[in-house]
């Protein structure tokens, strides 16, 4: 079966497949799909990067299973707004489609490993009371109150992306951020997050990035609502920071 863009049917499960939620009849045909596909070949390894670049201290438990398709509707809404500059400047689709369902998967990656059900990480986060994982299921299903895609601002970042959201599953809250593809941390050196508004500028928090382009920022949010009207993420050369000293690397603005 084909589809009108000349993509099988069966590259459209790219994710599913990686994320392990195919039906084993799907799983079957997939990959005999996959030998003689390229660009899920290509898809699959990017995947499979984000996917197994989990922080050793998130253990993967199953979501709730509207999460999944919250997190892809708030990612293709981004996709969407950027589909008419990619055809006007005649970009090569198929790698630009690789990359953006790798970040989709980043970010799905970090909605999960950001939410209340990651007992172990909000437990060395925050001090309070929190729902074990034993009784995850009288937790609500999380839901993205926003996600805003934060832009390279500097040429030679463009092949990186950074994501930012706040996840609430009704109990608690999470200020997420996740970052692909970027420059990665030495010695002292950190990525810092940096809330702006009318008020002035305050930092949310620090990350280090690993060698291969991969970090992730998760703190709690006790407000019932974060008010910022940008985001920026500068390269500084320690974690004691509290105002911005080095380069900026991404932002909202």
């Not at 197994?52 to 919250?70: C, F, G, N, T, Y």
């Not at 708030?74 to 990619?86: H, I, L, N, S, Y």
């Not at 996840?167 to 990665?184: E, I, L, P, W």
Request: charged content about 25%.
């Amino acid at each position: 079966m084909r589809q009108q863009n000349g993509h099988s049917s069966l590259c459209d499960l790219c994710l599913d497949y990686i994320s392990g939620v195919c039906t084993d009849e799907e799983t079957v045909a997939f990959e005999r799909h996959l030998p003689g596909c390229a660009d899920c070949q290509a898809e699959i390894d990017e995947l499979r990067l984000v996917w197994e670049e989990l922080p050793s201290v998130m253990e993967r438990i199953e979501p709730p299973a509207d999460l999944k398709k919250q997190v892809m509707d708030a990612a293709m809404a981004e996709e969407a707004k950027a589909d008419a500059v990619r055809q006007a400047k005649k970009t090569d689709t198929g790698r630009r489609r690789r990359k953006f369902w790798a970040i989709a998967a980043a970010a799905l990656v970090v909605f999960v490993a950001g939410t209340g059900w990651n007992y172990q990480l909000y437990r060395e986060r925050t001090a309070a009371p929190v729902i074990p994982l034993e009784q995850a299921l009288s937790v609500s299903a999380a839901r993205i109150e926003q996600l805003v895609t934060l832009k390279p601002q500097s040429e030679k970042y463009m092949e990186s992306y950074a994501v930012a959201c706040i996840v609430d599953n009704g109990y608690n809250k999470q200020f997420v951020v996740y970052v692909f593809g970027a420059k990665s941390t030495v010695d002292d050196s950190v990525y810092q997050v940096w809330l702006n508004d009318g008020a002035g500028r305050q930092s949310a928090g620090t990350f280090r990035v690993n060698d291969r382009g991969i970090g992730v920022l998760a703190m709690p949010v006790s407000a019932d609502k974060l008010v910022f009207d940008s985001i920026l993420i500068t390269l500084e050369p320690d974690e004691s920071g509290s105002f911005p000293r080095g380069e900026e690397i991404y932002g909202s603005a």
